[in-house]
């Protein structure tokens, strides 16, 4: 009688622990940095953000795990993530609770997050934009942690995060565009559209905004370009991925310097 026998299960390795792409690590951590900048670097914000480094290793383990229909493998990750998330962050929430205002749009985010990871349909635009708001507001939240009145920092925190949300949604169109939808004009057309309109709000808000000003029109610039030059030669993810690395970290270091002015338009 032939006997069958189970396929002993493929060895975690690092990138089932750890996200393996440098552009999703910027993603995650430059609006809290952009945040800290404004708000200041002291002990609750550094707590804050590395709290939401783990939050963000739960999230990338949760979703491997619902995506393969909760193989027993990827459980290991998701448990060890949690229980330090636990750790770090049931302290902190003892201790400012305030940040808890914060939990239904998180939740939200996260349940499209794992819904898009179940249906295996993780990088659809809705899926992608549950990520984008998500990561964004982390600015407005690490810069208005524990404020007894989140109403009076609302202008300046909603303009740092708007400027991570048009820019972060923006590279994820380009970086489509320059990837698994080279050859789709819908998609190059909606990216082309995304960052002129990028560039004329970037001029239409008065004051000391021109490096935004410059960074949205070399998004521009790249966003029309870069598609373009792929159609003709090879150009790899990985050059992709470092050029949006060096323009994130661009619009992270100009953007609170740019926010307060963004934040004066909005009240008028």
Same mark, same amino acid.
């Given at each position: !009688? +032939? %006997?069958?026998?189970?396929?002993?299960?493929?060895?975690?390795?690092?990138?089932?622990?750890?996200?393996?792409?440098?552009?999703?690590?910027?993603?995650?951590?430059?609006?809290? @940095?952009?945040?800290?900048?404004?708000?200041?670097?002291?002990?609750?914000?550094?707590?804050?953000?590395?709290?939401?480094?783990?939050?963000?290793?739960?999230?990338?383990? *949760?979703?491997?795990?619902?995506?393969?229909?909760?193989?027993?493998?990827?459980?290991?990750?998701?448990?060890?993530?949690?229980?330090?998330?636990?750790?770090?962050? #049931?302290?902190?929430?003892? !201790?400012?609770?305030? $940040?808890?205002?914060?939990?239904? /749009?998180?939740?939200?985010? =996260?349940? %499209?997050?794992? @819904?898009?990871?179940?249906?295996?349909?993780?990088? &659809?635009?809705? =899926? +992608?934009?549950?990520?984008?708001?998500?990561?964004?507001?982390?600015?407005?939240?690490?810069?208005?942690?524990?404020?007894?009145?989140?109403?009076?920092?609302?202008?300046?925190?909603?303009?740092?995060?708007?400027?991570?949300?048009?820019?972060?949604?923006? &590279?994820?169109?380009?970086?489509?565009? !320059?990837?698994?939808?080279?050859? +789709?004009?819908?998609?190059?057309?909606?990216?082309?559209?995304?960052? *002129? =309109?990028?560039?004329? /709000?970037?001029?239409?808000?008065?004051?000391?905004? #021109?490096?935004?000003?410059?960074?949205?029109? $070399?998004?521009?610039?790249?966003?029309?370009? !870069?598609?373009?030059?792929?159609?003709?030669?090879?150009?790899?993810? $990985? =050059?992709?991925?470092?050029?949006?690395? #060096?323009?994130?970290?661009?619009?992270?270091?100009?953007?609170?310097?740019?926010?307060?002015? $963004? &934040?004066?338009?909005?009240?008028?």
């Amino acid at each position: !009688m +032939n %006997v069958k026998r189970s396929e002993p299960s493929r060895p975690l390795s690092t990138k089932d622990w750890v996200p393996d792409q440098p552009g999703a690590w910027a993603l995650a951590l430059l609006p809290a @940095l952009a945040g800290m900048v404004i708000g200041g670097f002291d002990v609750g914000r550094l707590w804050l953000t590395g709290a939401w480094l783990l939050c963000y290793c739960v999230q990338f383990t *949760a979703a491997r795990w619902l995506r393969s229909r909760f193989q027993r493998r990827y459980l290991p990750p998701v448990l060890t993530y949690a229980a330090l998330l636990a750790v770090a962050g #049931v302290p902190l929430l003892a !201790m400012h609770p305030l $940040i808890l205002v914060w939990a239904p /749009l998180y939740a939200v985010c =996260a349940g %499209v997050s794992f @819904l898009g990871a179940w249906l295996r349909r993780e990088r &659809s635009l809705w =899926a +992608n934009a549950a990520a984008v708001i998500a990561t964004s507001m982390m600015a407005y939240v690490v810069y208005a942690f524990d404020a007894p009145d989140l109403l009076e920092r609302t202008g300046m925190g909603l303009a740092l995060a708007g400027i991570f949300m048009l820019t972060q949604f923006g &590279s994820v169109l380009y970086v489509k565009t !320059m990837i698994r939808e080279r050859r +789709n004009n819908r998609y190059l057309a909606a990216s082309w559209i995304w960052h *002129a =309109a990028l560039l004329a /709000l970037a001029c239409a808000v008065p004051g000391r905004t #021109v490096p935004m000003m410059i960074i949205a029109a $070399i998004l521009l610039l790249r966003a029309v370009v !870069m598609p373009l030059l792929g159609r003709r030669i090879r150009i790899k993810p $990985i =050059a992709v991925g470092m050029l949006e690395m #060096v323009l994130s970290v661009a619009v992270c270091a100009y953007a609170p310097f740019c926010a307060p002015w $963004i &934040s004066m338009a909005l009240t008028f």
